[in-house]
Structure formats: C-alpha cells, structure tokens
C-alpha cells in the first residue's frame, strides 16, 4: 500500500510540474496529505486593478456607457464608476493590458487623464 501512494505522489507531483513549472525551483510542495501548496502565489496571479479618472463622465449613463465598451475587452473582470468622482475602477488579467484599456476608452471619447 505504501508503494501505491508513493506513485500517486509522484505522479501527482509530475502533473503539477507540467502545468507550475519545475518542483525544483522551490515554489511548489506537494505533501501526501495535501495537493499542493503554492508558497509565491503573487508570481502566479495575474489578476490586475486599477482606478482611472475619466474627466468627461457626467452622470450614470456615462459610467454605463463605459462599463458596456470595457466589458467586451477578453479578460475584463469588473468594471465599476463613479460619475461624483469620475473615475472607473477596472479589474482584469490577462490579455487586457492598462494600454488597451486607455485605447478603448479613448476610442469610445471617454480618455483617462
């Protein structure tokens, strides 16, 4: 029985490292009675946030507006605004980038200052 769970282990341990990389780098601990732990999640998040201020948002048709054009962005999570403060605050990963986001709202007449 001990030889099967040490196959599995090692099987498991193999798989992960295929999909996070080589074990030996140190970020990965596979542990028979856990799966995995990632000690650096940071370098595996991608997931990222940021506040515009968007000078020409005058009322909640505006921040709609932008919420609709940002939205159909690949990898936009949320997207939220303030018309008082006139800002818009975006979460994404990747492929969005803050570039083409600043595209996008350039492109709708909505430019971030």
């Not at 505006?62 to 936009?76: H, P, R, W």
């Not at 006139?86 to 996008?104: F, Y």
Request: aromatic share 6%.
């Amino acid at each position: 029985m001990a030889n099967i769970a040490k196959d599995v282990h090692t099987y498991v341990n193999e798989l992960i490292a295929e999909q996070l990389g080589s074990l030996d780098e140190g970020n990965v601990n596979i542990e028979p009675k856990r799966i995995f732990a990632i000690k650096e999640p940071r370098r595996y998040c991608t997931m990222e946030k940021k506040t515009f201020s968007i000078p020409n948002i005058t009322c909640g048709h505006c921040v709609m507006a932008i919420k609709n054009e940002l939205s159909e962005l690949e990898g936009i999570k949320t997207v939220e605004g303030d018309p008082t403060g006139k800002t818009i605050t975006v979460e994404w990963e990747a492929p969005v980038t803050v570039k083409s986001i600043e595209d996008k709202l350039k492109e709708i007449n909505y430019p971030a200052a």
